[in-house]
């Protein structure tokens, strides 16, 4: 098991042009030897660097409580209980990519996870019928943010927290403050706690999504429009990219992505609780800055979001199976979120300066 | 009258691999205005830099202000010898009022940390008083007129909190001023002088150089040329004397080939109006490079952007026989084939973060694209023709675009607009930032573009630029086409001598001068 998930850790690393793209200047004369540095580094830490501190976390759990670590049930835990915030942390990957905030994906969640649970309360559709519906209200109010920022012109950040704080209510509305449990085992239990193959549908939707989102970001035109928008909006405006689209398209795919993280979330607890979705905003955040750092140098990308999800996963579940407090976790991923942000202004800062 | 106030003597500076200033003498008396007047890189900013503490001075290089020397490269220093600077962009905070403005410099009245606003908006009242324009001192600074702005920053600098201000220096003070606000500003500065200030006044705008000064300095390639009084001395010899040649020396362009009369127009542009642009009328023909002149705060600046849709305006544009109405968007601007290339140092001007190759995809994605999906490969090797083809140094697709230099810059920002392969090529300041060498390349490439079937607007500040690659250049002061000059007659000079013309004062003598080439 283990072996699956550093493998795909570490897939994206095979990618020659991250590799590259990285290296300082040098003359072009010294190329040959800028390219074998830049294969070493590949591997080195600046670029995969939370991998070797995911492999060290495991080693130092192994030492330290081997027969809790070394059991199948803290893999599967792992895999299951961290794929939603993988999730949430793809979701803000989208919008990141382009520079906007979303305050909002902890209440988004919440609000997929009520809605879901609420048709599955009160109407006899289908299971996959009411999860889509939970998807469908994250991609509206994906929509409304993208109308705060887009048409209201407001920052990002003061949108989102708008939106979020009225969406977290309509959560508790539609579900009159209650945590909805109706029709919840069974089938839409399925939706997050399956196997295929012997392995959690829940992880796999997230090795899908990152996989799938890598391709669209790097592969695309959208994905180069995305990027472009979000490190030079003008510059991107006036190559003819549609600004405005692209920042409606980002919102709305993050919601969706959020509304699909609650439901998952709903699905595999049984219940859906009018505030589950805000205990995931920070570890979100967390993985998306963190992921930034790896790979893709400030880039944020799917495939660090990710592997950062793992770490902090590991990290949490670890302190939490050694004893720790409950507060543990919360302190490691706010810890993780300061010092992701700081390995990226490191290396944004010197950078800026020598090419200006 | 003729007490010296500020002496520079052998003033030099250099930079790794420039020698921006060598040798440079200058005198200014007490209560004269001195105009500082030299082309772009002849050294005027380098030398206000040094007056002003930010650049050292090399060794043996002497400033004494009314006899006393000046610790070199301290602004504290320059700032207690009483040397004050207004510069061009003012430096104000424009969201607080003309009062909170000069605090944040002068300091506030007031014991122990609180501000004692009364006595505090009294000493500036005073201060305002003696600039001589009446300013609602509590109005945020950027609701202001631009020479009620111009006002304040000069009170600031008038402010004796820090030492007796003798010398106010003041770098293009009439660039974003209205002709009707610079009689004004004028008025001021002669005002400040009766009361004995010694005034350092640079600027591009000749005839307002020959008006208000009393004596001038002309630098060239850091070699000052000499104090001249200002009294008898025309626009023509001032504008000779600053490029350094005589006049029928000046602007020997071989490259220009002669236009057939039967060429078709490919763009016409008529009424184009922005906020600085009124009315302005163009045509480029095939084969032709048209270049734009004028001073900042004339509209040339505007007139590149306007033309691609990044800026708002109104004009009825036909391009290549297909007319379009006004008010177009960057991306109609582009389906028409009119690519806008920015300057290397402009923010939007492309992705610094991302590389060369996608910065050349991003432009064009279908050119790097299969059914939607980007080809690494393909994206490569379309950026490596550009850069083969354009000369990019270092040849590598993957270089991030923010390390390149600016020559380089320039050539994968050209890349960016030739890739879509338009019809027009509209320039803004393509060689600022760029060195000599790369420099000569572009101009060459825009030639070549043009004789290839792509002509090209320039719009410049660079003065080098339209002599070095134009046809035929349009002259604009304050919105309005005022000249329009022609192969030989483009010349330094001619430049000058047009965009220092005042649009509301009609002057004949430099019409003249134009006619005679």
């Not at chain 1, 492999?55 to 794929?83: E, H, K, N, R």
């Amino acid at each position: 098991m283990n072996s699956t998930t550093s493998s795909t850790a570490e897939a994206p690393v095979k990618e020659p042009r991250s590799i590259l793209g990285e290296e300082p200047a040098a003359p072009a004369d010294t190329g040959l030897r800028a390219n074998r540095r830049g294969a070493l580094r590949g591997l080195g830490f600046g670029t995969i660097g939370a991998v070797y501190v995911w492999l060290g976390m495991v080693a130092v759990f192994a030492v330290w409580i081997p027969d809790l670590w070394l059991d199948q049930a803290t893999v599967t835990t792992l895999m299951s209980d961290y794929a939603v915030t993988a999730l949430a942390a793809l979701s803000l990957v989208v919008v990141l990519a382009a520079r906007l905030f979303d305050l909002s994906i902890g209440a988004t969640m919440s609000l997929g996870g009520v809605v879901a649970g609420h048709m599955l309360a009160t109407t006899s559709l289908p299971p996959a019928l009411c999860a889509a519906a939970g998807v469908i209200v994250g991609a509206l109010v994906g929509l409304a943010n993208a109308l705060a920022v887009v048409w209201l012109r407001l920052e990002s950040l003061i949108a989102t927290l708008g939106t979020g704080a009225i969406v977290a209510a309509m959560a508790v509305a539609l579900s009159g403050d209650k945590v909805l449990t109706e029709r919840m085992s069974g089938d839409f239990n399925l939706i997050a706690i399956g196997e295929i193959a012997g392995v959690n549908v829940a992880f796999l939707y997230v090795i899908v999504l990152m996989i799938l989102m890598g391709l669209v970001l790097e592969q695309t035109a959208g994905g180069r429009r995305l990027y472009a928008t979000g490190y030079n909006t003008e510059a991107a405006r006036l190559m003819g990219v549609r600004v405005n689209r692209v920042k409606v398209v980002a919102f709305m795919v993050s919601g969706a992505l959020a509304g699909f993280a609650g439901v998952i979330l709903a699905a595999r607890l049984q219940a859906a609780a009018p505030d589950a979705g805000a205990h995931y905003l920070i570890p979100a955040f967390s993985a998306a800055f963190l992921g930034a750092t790896q790979f893709r140098h400030g880039r944020f990308n799917p495939w660090g979001a990710v592997l950062a999800v793992l770490v902090i996963g590991t990290g949490s579940l670890g302190l939490a199976l050694a004893g720790g407090p409950t507060w543990a976790p919360d302190v490691f991923s706010g810890l993780i979120l300061i010092i992701a942000v700081a390995i990226t202004v490191a290396e944004r800062g010197p950078r800026r300066a020598g090419a200006s | 009258m003729s007490d010296v106030r500020l002496q520079l003597s052998d003033v030099s500076k250099t930079f790794p691999g420039q020698q921006a200033l060598s040798r440079v003498n200058l005198e200014v008396r007490a209560g004269e205005v001195h105009a500082l007047v030299g082309e772009n890189g002849s050294g005027k900013s380098t030398l206000i830099k040094v007056l002003s503490g930010f650049h050292r001075p090399d060794p043996g290089s002497r400033i004494e202000v009314d006899g006393v020397g000046l610790d070199p490269g301290n602004p504290a220093g320059s700032l207690a010898a009483g040397l004050r600077f207004v510069h061009q962009d003012l430096g104000l905070v424009d969201e607080l009022g003309a009062a909170e403005n000069i605090g944040l410099t002068a300091g506030f009245e007031g014991k122990l940390g609180r501000v004692a606003w009364r006595a505090h908006r009294e000493r500036v009242r005073r201060l305002m008083e003696r600039v001589g324009i009446e300013v609602d001192i509590d109005k945020q600074v950027g609701r202001l007129a631009p020479v009620e702005r111009s006002a304040v920053a000069i009170a600031r600098a008038l402010d004796d909190t820090h030492g007796v201000p003798r010398v106010l220096i003041l770098d293009e003070p009439t660039a974003a001023l209205p002709p009707a606000e610079v009689d004004r500003l004028m008025q001021v500065l002669a005002d400040l002088r009766e009361r004995g200030v010694s005034i350092i006044y640079v600027s591009h705008r000749l005839g307002e150089v020959l008006g208000v000064a009393d004596r001038l300095t002309v630098l060239r390639d850091g070699h000052s040329l000499g104090t001249l009084a200002t009294d008898g001395m025309d626009e023509a010899a001032l504008a000779e004397l600053i490029v350094g040649r005589p006049v029928s020396e000046i602007g020997r362009r071989e490259h220009l080939h002669p236009i057939s009369p039967t060429a078709q127009p490919i763009l016409i542009v008529n009424d184009l109006a922005t906020d600085l642009l009124r009315k302005v009328d163009l045509s480029l023909r095939e084969g032709e490079v048209l270049g734009v002149a004028g001073i900042a705060g004339s509209g040339r600046e505007d007139l590149a952007p306007a033309l691609a849709g990044a800026h708002p305006a109104t004009m009825r544009l036909t391009v290549a026989g297909a007319s379009s109405k006004s008010g177009m968007s960057v991306r109609q601007a582009r389906g028409c084939g009119i690519a806008l290339v920015l300057p290397n140092s402009h923010p939007a001007a492309a992705v610094r973060e991302q590389t060369v190759a996608e910065n050349i995809g991003l432009s064009r994605p279908s050119a790097v694209a299969r059914r939607g999906w980007i080809s690494r490969r393909r994206e490569r090797d379309v950026a490596r023709e550009w850069i083969e083809r354009l000369d990019v140094a270092p040849r590598d697709p993957d270089r991030d675009y923010g390390l390149l230099s600016g020559g380089n810059k320039q050539k994968v920002a050209l890349a960016r607009g030739l890739i879509g392969a338009p019809k027009v090529l509209v320039l803004q300041d393509p060689t600022s930032g760029v060195d000599v060498g790369a420099r000569q390349s572009i101009y060459q490439l825009v030639r070549d573009l043009a004789a290839t079937g792509t002509p090209s607007v320039v719009c410049s500040a660079d003065l080098d630029d339209l002599v070095g690659m134009t046809d035929r250049v349009l002259v604009l002061v304050d919105g309005v086409v005022v000249e329009e000059l022609e192969g030989d007659a483009v010349t330094e000079a001619g430049l000058l001598a047009a965009m220092a013309r005042r649009r509301s004062v009609p002057d004949p003598a430099p019409a003249q001068m134009g006619d005679q080439r």
